[in-house]
C-alpha cells in the first residue's frame, strides 16, 4: 500500500567520513554530527537541505469531551482555527521564523467554520464519545488517514524539505493517552497528564474515562486501522498519514510533542519503515511523552518544559536541524591546510 524506501547507509557512511575530516576534533559537535549522517541517509544527499520547512496544523474535535475531560470548552478547537488563520498563535510565529509553508486543515472540527484560509477536508464533525461507542468507522479513519497523506504531498510538492505536524483538539490529550495505553500496554496511570492543565482530581477522572473506554473497545495494537476506529481521533489519523507521505518522498519528519508522537506510533503500524525518517524535536511535560519517545528508541533534541502542541516544540527544535547540516559547509583540514592531529 505505501511505499517507504530503506535509509541509503553507504551516503551515511560517506557522509561519517567527510565529517571526519572537518576542522574540529572528531565527535567535537556531538549530536550535530549524528544528525548531519541521519539527515543524508533520510534524503540521499551528501549535503542534505531541509529548508525550507512545512507546517502542517490538523484541527479535529473529540466526543470524549462530553465526560469533562479538558479545562477548555470544544468551541475552542474552531476559535483556535480562526486564530492559526489570522497568524495569531504560537505554531504561526514560530513557523514565521524558521520560514516555513504552513496550512491548517480542518479534518474533524465539530462546527463550520466560516471565513477562508485554512483547507476544508472535513471527514466528520467531531468523533463520537468512545466511552460510548467507537470513535469513527474504520472507513472514517482511513479517509482521515488519506487526508493527512494528501495534504503532506501538496506540500511537498511545493518544494518542502522538511514535515513537521502539528494538532489543534480539545480533548486529544485524553484519546492520545487512549491510543499509547492500547500500543504501550501500559498502565493508564503512567500516561495521563493534565493536558490543557486540568487539577489533579480531574486527572483521576480522565484515568478513569480511558480504563472504561479500554474495556469497552479492547483495541488491538497490531491494527492501526482499528486503533483509530475504536478510540482515535480525526486530526491524529491525519498525522499519521501525512509522515507516510513524506517518509515516501524521502523527507525528514520533525515531531512535536505527546500528540504527535502518539501520531507517529500510529503511522508506525501503518509501515514500519516510517519511523527512520522521523527526528523527535523536544520532549513535553506530559508524562505518556517518555514512554511514547522510548517506544520510537528516539531521543528528543531540547526539553524547554512545553506543552502547547501545534507543532511549537518541533518549529522551535528546527533550527537545529539546520545547523547540523551548515556544520558540513566547514572546510576540511586539507582544503584549510591544516595539520590533524596524530595518535
Not at 495534504?151 to 480539545?170: P, S
Amino acid at each position: 500500500m505505501y511505499n517507504i524506501p530503506a535509509l541509503n547507509k553507504q551516503i551515511g557512511k560517506e557522509v561519517s567520513n567527510y565529517i571526519d575530516q572537518l576542522t574540529k576534533p572528531a565527535g567535537s559537535l556531538g549530536r550535530l554530527e549524528q544528525l548531519a549522517i541521519a539527515l543524508s541517509e533520510m534524503t540521499e544527499a551528501h549535503f542534505p537541505v531541509v529548508t525550507p520547512p512545512g507546517v502542517l496544523v490538523f484541527a479535529a474535535d473529540h466526543g470524549v469531551t462530553k465526560e469533562g475531560v479538558s479545562a477548555f470548552p470544544q468551541e475552542v478547537t474552531a476559535q483556535m482555527v480562526l486564530n492559526f488563520v489570522n497568524g495569531g498563535a504560537a505554531i504561526n510565529v514560530f513557523s514565521e521564523q524558521i520560514g516555513a509553508l504552513f496550512a491548517v486543515i480542518d479534518v474533524g472540527v465539530a462546527t463550520d467554520i466560516p471565513g477562508e484560509g485554512f483547507v476544508q477536508e472535513k471527514v466528520k464533525y467531531g468523533t463520537n464519545n468512545f466511552c460510548e461507542q467507537e470513535a469513527m468507522t474504520r472507513d472514517e479513519a482511513k479517509q482521515a488517514v488519506s487526508v493527512g497523506y494528501e495534504q503532506a504531498k501538496a506540500m511537498i510538492h511545493q518544494g518542502i524539505r522538511c514535515l513537521i505536524v502539528g494538532e489543534m483538539g480539545i480533548g486529544n490529550t485524553t484519546t492520545a493517552s487512549a491510543l499509547l495505553a492500547a500500543i504501550s500496554g501500559k498502565p493508564v496511570e503512567l500516561l495521563v497528564g493534565k493536558g490543557t492543565g486540568i487539577a489533579a482530581e480531574a486527572v483521576l477522572h480522565k484515568r478513569t474515562v480511558i480504563e472504561r473506554a479500554l474495556a469497552l473497545h479492547q483495541p488491538d495494537a497490531s491494527d492501526p486501522i482499528g486503533l483509530l476506529s475504536k478510540i482515535g481521533g480525526l486530526e491524529i489519523a491525519a498525522m499519521a498519514g501525512a509522515m507516510i507521505a513524506a517518509a515516501e518522498a524521502r523527507l525528514p519528519i520533525l515531531l512535536d510533542g505527546f500528540i504527535c508522537t502518539v501520531a507517529a506510533l500510529v503511522a508506525e503500524r501503518l509501515h514500519p519503515r516510517v519511523v527512520d525518517y522521523m527526528i523527535a524535536g523536544h520532549r513535553s511535560q506530559e508524562p505518556g511523552h517518555r514512554i511514547a519517545l522510548d517506544l520510537l528508541e528516539k531521543e528528543p533534541l531540547i526539553d524547554l518544559n512545553m506543552r502547547l502542541g501545534e507543532g511549537s516544540g518541533a518549529a522551535v527544535a528546527f533550527p537545529i536541524l539546520q545547523s547540523a547540516v551548515t556544520m558540513l559547509k566547514m572546510a576540511t583540514f586539507a582544503s584549510a591546510q591544516v595539520s590533524q592531529g596524530g595518535e
